[in-house]
C-alpha cells in the first residue's frame, strides 16, 4: 500500500476497518451500549473553536514539553490499549518500536499479549497500567513486575468496577482467536486465552476506595498516576492520597454511555487541582489542533489509543510511526498557525469562549 496516500487518522481508520475482522473491529472500535459517550468524545473537539493570534514569529517552533519532570519530545502519550497482538503480530513491541524511535511515552496495559518485560527490552520509556484485583497477591505480582522491569510510572485505572456494557461485542458473540495468551499472566494456570480473559474480568475488584488508592500510592516505588476521573471532587480526593498525576477520561466511552466527554471534564478539574499534579486528557484525539486544545483546557499532554491500533494493523511499528508522525506533523501545523513558537504559549485564551460546553451537553446528543 502507498502510504502517503493515507494523509490523515482517518484515513488510517478506514484502511484498518477493511482489514480487521469484524470482532476485532467490534473490539477495538466499539464503546458502550449506544456509544452515546464514544461518539461525543470526537464531536467536543470539532466543537471547541480556535482565535488564533496573528504577527506572532513562529518561524522556529518547539513542541517539547515534560511530565513530571522528564523532558518530551511532544505532548503525546501512547494510551495503553489491551491485546494489540489482535492488530499485528509485533503486538505491543510493535508499538514499543515506534515510540522508542521518537521519544514518546508507551503506556502498556495489563491486558497486553506481552509481558512488561517483554516490551521494556525494547527500550520505550513504559508506563504501566493497572487494575486492582480481588486477589491482592496478583495485584501486587503485577505492581512488582512492573517495578523490577523498571517502569517510569503505574497509570491506575478507576473507572471499571465492572465492564461496561459492550453490546456490539455481545451481538457478535465475541471470543478471543485460539492461541492468544495474556503476558502479564503467565502465572495463572488457564489453558486458553478466553479462559484467561474470562478469569481475569471475574477479578475486576468494585470495592475499590479511596482507601485502597492510599495504600497503593504508600506502597509503590513508582509514581503513581489515576486514570478515567471525570469529576473535580474525585480529583481533588486523589489527589490528597499522594497521587503524582491524573488522566482525564471516559475510558474511550467503552465504560458508562452517556458519560460527559473528558474534555467536558477537564477545565473543571483543572481549576479544582491546580499545580499540585499534573493532567493528562484522552479521548478521540485525531487532530493536531486537538493537542492544542487539550493544552489549551488544562492539559499537559494526550493519550492516543485507538489510532496506534489502526497503525499497527496495517504495518506493525512502521504503521504505528506514521500515524505518530501524522499527529506530530499536525500539531506544529496547528501551533504555527495559532501563534504559539512553544508549548508553553498554549493558553485558554487560544479557545473561543462561545464554543465552551457545560459538562453534559454533548453525551445526551442522539443525533
Given at each position: 500500500m502507498d502510504w502517503q496516500r493515507l494523509v490523515n487518522l482517518y484515513d488510517w481508520e478506514r484502511a484498518a476497518q477493511e482489514k480487521l475482522s469484524p470482532m476485532v473491529r467490534a473490539y477495538y472500535g466499539g464503546g458502550a451500549a449506544d456509544d452515546l459517550s464514544l461518539n461525543a468524545n470526537r464531536r467536543v473537539w470539532d466543537t471547541l473553536k480556535l482565535r488564533p493570534r496573528v504577527l506572532v514569529d513562529v518561524s522556529h517552533r518547539n513542541p517539547s514539553t515534560s511530565l513530571m519532570g522528564q523532558p518530551m519530545a511532544y505532548p503525546i502519550v501512547i494510551a495503553p490499549t489491551a491485546m494489540a497482538m489482535l492488530a499485528h503480530p509485533s503486538g505491543e513491541s510493535g508499538i514499543a518500536e515506534a515510540a522508542q524511535q521518537r521519544g514518546i511515552i508507551q503506556g502498556v496495559s495489563t491486558l497486553a499479549n506481552q509481558s512488561i518485560q517483554t516490551v521494556r527490552q525494547l527500550g520505550a520509556t513504559n508506563w504501566m497500567q493497572l487494575y486492582v484485583y480481588k486477589d491482592r497477591q496478583l495485584t501486587e505480582r503485577l505492581i512488582q513486575n512492573a517495578q523490577d522491569s523498571r517502569c517510569?510510572?503505574?497509570?491506575?485505572?478507576?473507572?471499571?468496577?465492572?465492564?461496561?456494557?459492550?453490546?456490539?461485542?455481545?451481538?457478535?458473540?465475541?471470543?478471543?482467536?485460539?492461541?492468544?495468551?495474556?503476558?502479564?499472566?503467565?502465572d495463572v494456570q488457564q489453558t486458553e486465552g478466553a479462559q484467561v480473559l474470562r478469569y481475569i474480568q471475574d477479578q475486576f475488584d468494585p470495592s475499590l476506595t479511596f482507601a485502597d488508592l492510599k495504600w497503593l500510592v504508600q506502597n509503590c516505588a513508582m509514581p503513581v498516576w489515576v486514570k478515567g476521573v471525570l469529576r473535580a471532587d474525585d480529583a481533588k480526593k486523589a489527589v490528597d492520597c499522594g497521587i503524582r498525576g491524573i488522566v482525564v477520561s471516559n475510558h474511550g466511552g467503552r465504560q458508562l454511555d452517556t458519560a460527559i466527554t473528558a474534555a467536558e471534564a477537564l477545565p473543571e478539574i483543572a481549576l479544582a487541582v491546580g499545580r499540585q499534579v499534573e493532567l493528562m486528557v484522552d479521548g478521540g484525539i485525531r487532530r493536531g489542533t486537538d493537542i492544542l486544545k487539550a493544552l489549551a483546557l488544562g492539559a499537559r499532554a494526550v493519550m492516543v489509543g485507538r489510532p496506534i491500533l489502526w497503525g499497527l494493523a496495517l504495518?506493525?511499528?512502521q504503521g504505528v510511526g506514521l500515524v505518530l508522525d501524522i499527529l506530530i506533523r499536525e500539531f506544529d501545523h496547528a501551533m504555527a498557525l495559532s501563534g504559539c513558537a512553544q508549548v508553553q504559549d498554549i493558553s485558554s485564551d487560544l479557545l473561543d469562549p462561545h464554543s465552551l460546553l457545560r459538562p453534559g451537553d454533548l453525551a445526551q446528543d442522539r443525533s
Open positions: 517510569q510510572a503505574l497509570v491506575l485505572t478507576v473507572d471499571a468496577p465492572l465492564l461496561g456494557m459492550r453490546e456490539n461485542m455481545m451481538r457478535l458473540g465475541f471470543q478471543l482467536p485460539t492461541g492468544l495468551c495474556f503476558g502479564n499472566f503467565q504495518a506493525g511499528a
